[in-house]
């Protein structure tokens, strides 16, 4: 797990002013924390609306359906451990709509060779820019997990992930999720 790889310097800091003026965002990444989960980190819309709604110039951050929070046991591959541990959040930030997913069994879900990290998990997400995550390390500094890097984030695109193409899935979300709608500057790119 390579973590940061792909993170120009320029974007760390526009992506940390981002998250410390969010009061929301960092509790949760406090919460998970203090977790300590093995590369546990918060994915997905997380970062992805925050970098959207600050380029959008949004006062109000967009809310999130969900708090997707992975991490990597492959030694318990268990559902319940996932229970405990959403529970677990759920007491520390009851007003979060958590979500948690141990990415060590993940790919038996989407039938894939088991992923070796949640950098390799997050890798087959179905869009580039959803594809990140970031937490909160011990001594308050921020890491991030983005296997495509954070430019086409930056860039307000959304497309379909290059690793593992489905298009079919990718227009469905695009369109249920209303993100055109949501965030009207976001422009679809064939990547």
């Not at 380029?55 to 999130?64: D, I, N």
């Not at 930030?93 to 141990?102: E, G, R």
Request: aromatic share 10%.
């Amino acid at each position: 797990m390579q973590i940061d790889s792909a993170i120009t310097l320029s974007q760390r800091r526009y992506i940390e002013r981002i998250l410390t003026s969010d009061t929301y965002r960092m509790d949760c990444l406090y919460a998970l924390r203090a977790l300590n989960l093995p590369q546990g980190f918060i994915g997905a819309g997380f970062l992805r609306n925050a970098i959207w709604d600050a380029l959008h110039g949004y006062e109000v951050h967009t809310p999130l359906n969900d708090v997707d929070v992975i991490y990597f046991d492959a030694h318990d591959l268990s559902v319940e451990s996932e229970r405990v541990i959403k529970e677990t959040l759920q007491k520390q930030n009851p007003m979060v709509p958590w979500q948690v997913k141990n990415q060590a069994r993940m790919h038996i879900q989407h039938n894939h060779v088991p992923y070796r990290s949640c950098e390799d998990a997050i890798s087959m997400w179905i869009e580039r820019e959803t594809c990140v995550a970031v937490r909160m390390s011990n001594e308050d500094a921020f890491e991030f997990l983005a296997p495509f890097g954070l430019s086409q984030n930056m860039a307000g695109t959304i497309s379909v992930n290059p690793k593992i193409p489905r298009p079919e899935v990718f227009s469905r979300r695009v369109a249920t999720k209303k993100w055109l709608k949501l965030w009207p500057q976001l422009r679809l790119v064939n990547a």
